[in-house]
C-alpha cells in the first residue's frame, strides 16, 4: 500500500476536519501527502482551517498513529479505498460529504448495476420482518441481481440482511465504529457471515468505539451507496429518516412501505409518503417502474405457494377478488361480512404477497 494511504488514514483520523474539509485541504495544497508538508501559515488560509487544526495536522505522533492503523488493516485483511481510487464506489463518491477513505472486509463489489438500502426502526414489528422477506422474496422471483445494504442495527436493518443472505443477496453491512468490534456483539456471527458474502464497510478507524454520534453519521454513506432507499417501519423521529432526508439530499430515490395510521411504527413512512419525499411501496415492481430496472419475462409473483399461511379472512377475501375481474374495497367488505379497516389491511398483506394489485379508485384484482 503507497504513502497515499498513510496520508490519506492520518488526515481521516485527525478529530475537528470532516470529509469536505478533508477534500478541501486536499485541493488546495495539490495532493494528499502535500497537507501534511504544507506550511502552517498557508494551512490556516484555507477555509475551514483554525490553527488548532493545523496544529494537529503537522504533528508527528498524526502519522505515527496512521502507520499503527494501516500496519493493522494489513494485518487483518481489511482494504482501504481512498476517494480518488477508481475502485472506490462510483455512487458515493459524487455525495460532497464522501469520506475521502473507507475501509472494507469482504469481496462484493460497490459497483454493482442495482444497488438498494434498506433502513427502518429498531424496534422491528412484525410487520416490518415480513414486508423485509417479501421484498426479498419478489426481487429473487423477478431474478433482479441487487447488493442490499444497511446498518446491521437490531430491528430493520438486520431482518432486511437475514433476508438477502436467506435469498442468496450479497449484502453490505455500514458500520457506526472501527473493524476491531461488531455492534451490537449479538450480530457478530451475522457481520461475520457478511464478509464472506458481501462486505462490512466503514470510514472509522479501528480503535474508534460505537458511539450514537457516528451511527447517525454513517447513515449518509448508507444512503450515498445507493440508487434508492426504502424505508419500512419508522416512528416520527428515528435514523431511518435521517437516511431518507439524506438520500433525497442526493438526488437518490426514496420509498416507503405505507402502514396503518393507529401504528406508531408506520408513522414516519406515511408521513414520507404524504409530504411527496418517498414512492409509495407497494411491490417490487414499483422498484422497477421508478428505477426503470428491466423487468424479466417471468410471470410476476408465481410462487404463491410461499403465501399458503394466509389467515382465514385473506382466503375469504382473496377468493371474492377472484371471482370478479376488478371489485371494490366496499364489496369485498359488504360480501365478505368483514370491517373496513380490516379488509384494508388484509388487503396489503395480499398484495405483498403478489396475489392481488391495487387499481386507482379503491379497486382490486387477482394476480395469476
Not at 450479497?170 to 464472506?196: C, D, F, K, S, W
Not at 371474492?320 to 388484509?346: F, M, Q, T, Y
Amino acid at each position: 500500500m503507497t504513502n497515499k494511504y498513510l496520508y490519506a488514514i492520518a488526515l481521516s483520523m485527525i478529530e475537528g476536519i470532516g470529509s469536505i474539509n478533508a477534500k478541501k485541504l486536499i485541493a488546495y495544497t495539490g495532493g494528499i501527502e502535500e497537507v501534511f508538508r504544507e506550511k502552517k501559515k498557508n494551512l490556516v488560509k484555507i477555509p475551514g482551517i483554525s490553527e488548532n487544526i493545523a496544529d494537529k495536522i503537522l504533528r508527528v505522533e498524526t502519522l505515527s498513529n496512521a502507520e499503527k492503523e494501516l500496519l493493522y488493516i494489513e494485518k487483518h485483511g481489511i482494504r482501504a479505498l481512498l476517494y480518488l481510487d477508481d475502485e472506490y464506489p462510483l455512487r458515493l463518491k459524487q455525495c460532497a460529504d464522501s469520506p475521502i477513505i473507507i475501509y472494507i472486509k469482504g469481496n462484493a463489489s460497490l459497483h454493482q448495476e442495482k444497488i438498494i438500502s434498506i433502513v427502518g426502526t429498531r424496534s422491528a414489528t412484525d410487520y416490518g420482518k415480513t414486508c423485509c422477506e417479501l421484498i426479498m422474496q419478489q426481487l429473487k422471483d423477478r431474478e433482479h441481481k441487487v447488493l442490499i445494504v444497511s446498518g446491521l442495527a437490531y430491528g430493520i436493518d438486520i431482518a432486511a440482511h437475514k433476508t438477502a443472505l436467506k435469498h442468496g443477496f450479497e449484502t453490505a453491512a455500514v458500520l457506526g465504529h472501527g473493524l476491531n468490534t461488531i455492534y451490537p456483539a449479538l450480530h457478530a456471527q451475522y457481520a461475520r457471515e457478511i464478509a464472506h458474502n458481501g462486505l462490512l464497510i466503514t470510514e472509522y478507524h479501528s480503535q474508534t468505539k460505537p458511539d450514537r454520534a457516528l451511527f447517525i453519521r454513517r447513515n449518509r454513506i448508507i444512503a450515498g451507496l445507493s440508487d434508492a432507499t426504502l424505508v419500512i417501519e419508522s416512528a416520527e423521529k428515528g435514523g431511518a429518516l435521517i437516511t431518507a432526508e439524506l438520500a433525497n439530499s442526493y438526488n437518490r430515490e426514496v420509498f416507503a412501505i405505507p402502514g396503518r395510521i393507529t401504528d406508531n411504527f408506520s408513522n414516519g413512512c406515511n408521513r414520507l409518503i404524504a409530504e411527496n419525499k418517498a414512492h409509495i411501496l407497494n411491490s417490487v415492481e414499483d422498484l422497477e417502474n421508478v428505477l426503470g430496472w428491466k423487468k424479466t419475462d417471468q410471470p410476476k409473483y408465481i410462487q404463491t405457494q410461499l403465501f399458503t399461511d394466509l389467515s382465514e379472512e385473506e382466503n375469504v377475501i382473496l377468493s371474492i377478488i377472484r371471482n370478479n375481474e376488478e371489485v371494490l374495497i366496499d364489496v369485498i367488505s359488504l360480501e365478505s361480512g368483514i370491517p373496513i379497516h380490516k379488509v384494508s389491511a388484509a388487503l396489503l398483506n395480499l398484495e405483498f404477497a403478489g396475489l392481488v394489485k391495487s387499481l386507482p379508485g379503491k379497486r382490486y384484482k387477482a394476480i395469476g
